[in-house]
């Protein structure tokens, strides 16, 4: 759970929300799910970002999905709710509706699409963040949002009391060892395939993909390296990497994780929202015949 080392825990996974085949949320499969992902080595989740599929999941939605995993697991792992946005205004409601909703924390990721400037990201961040009590999480992930934390910016983000935390999704470690040691901010691997690189240059934990699957074993990576045992968390970690490659390694890791949880019976299907869509037959049996292999179903 929760620390000061680690206020949002060590394994949390960006959890997808389950549909209806007629494209409904389903909050039911959604505290299912969530239960098992804290059954199965999580003490965080995050809910409505990029897996979750925020961009096209509208604010009552989001806010009834978020109190209902509270209500299910809120006092066995912390629930992080996304609020990203490229309207800041928007972004401040999403953090407000969450924190009513029972949110724990919240997920900002830096304004896509509009590119701002430096200093449009640090306003856009401290509104936000100011908008609740809740703690914060920055999420940095040029590859979706173009625009990156500056070394300055994140200086300025962390003298902001609720600015706890960054999820990195940069694939940079050599910047992130500079960051963590000037920053004092507790850092999470935003790459399945890069958590040991991140834990090796002071990262605390993983917001995950492939947890949806491989949680209890990603966990005990993270406990393995904290003990010291550099060697058995590489080699279990190895043991994990064709989950990883399942989940992570198609470019679309919400699809792969909906069409492994519909196969594993862990949710009720795979239904998404337009422009997301649903695995076809080919993909479906492409994800059956590697969880088969990983040993996950017969």
Not at 48 to 73: D, I, Q
Not at 203 to 230: K, N, P, T
Not at 243 to 257: E, F, H, P, Q, Y
Request: aromatic share 4%.
């Amino acid at each position: 759970m929760a620390s000061t080392a680690r206020p949002f825990g060590a394994l949390l996974t960006a959890m997808v929300t389950p549909m209806t085949p007629d494209g409904d949320v389903d909050v039911d499969a959604g505290v299912a799910l969530a239960r098992h992902l804290v059954e199965h080595g999580h003490d965080g989740i995050v809910l409505n970002g990029t897996t979750g599929e925020a961009p096209t999941t509208h604010a009552p939605e989001k806010a009834e999905l978020v109190r209902a995993v509270v209500e299910a697991v809120g006092d066995r792992a912390v629930v992080v709710a996304g609020a990203g946005s490229n309207d800041t205004v928007h972004a401040v409601r999403m953090a407000e509706q969450a924190a009513d909703a029972g949110a724990h924390g919240v997920l900002v990721v830096t304004p896509y699409y509009s590119r701002p400037t430096q200093e449009g990201v640090y306003r856009h961040t401290v509104a936000v963040a100011d908008a609740t009590d809740l703690p914060v999480m920055l999420y940095d992930v040029p590859g979706r949002t173009v625009v990156r934390y500056s070394a300055e910016t994140l200086d300025r983000l962390a003298e902001h009391p609720r600015i706890v935390a960054v999820k990195d999704a940069t694939g940079d470690t050599q910047t992130a060892l500079k960051h963590i040691a000037r920053t004092g901010l507790a850092w999470y691997s935003g790459d399945d395939g890069l958590l040991l690189p991140f834990l090796s240059v002071g990262a605390v934990g993983l917001v995950s993909m492939a947890g949806h699957i491989a949680g209890d074993g990603l966990a005990e990576v993270i406990r393995r390296f904290d003990a010291g045992d550099v060697a058995g968390a590489r080699a279990r970690f190895v043991e994990l990497l064709p989950l990883v490659d399942l989940i992570c390694g198609s470019g679309n890791g919400a699809m792969r994780s909906k069409a492994a949880l519909a196969v594993l019976g862990l949710i009720p299907g795979a239904t998404m929202r337009l422009p997301q869509v649903a695995p076809d037959d080919a993909e479906t049996e492409l994800v059956r015949t590697a969880l088969v292999a990983a040993g996950l179903m017969d």
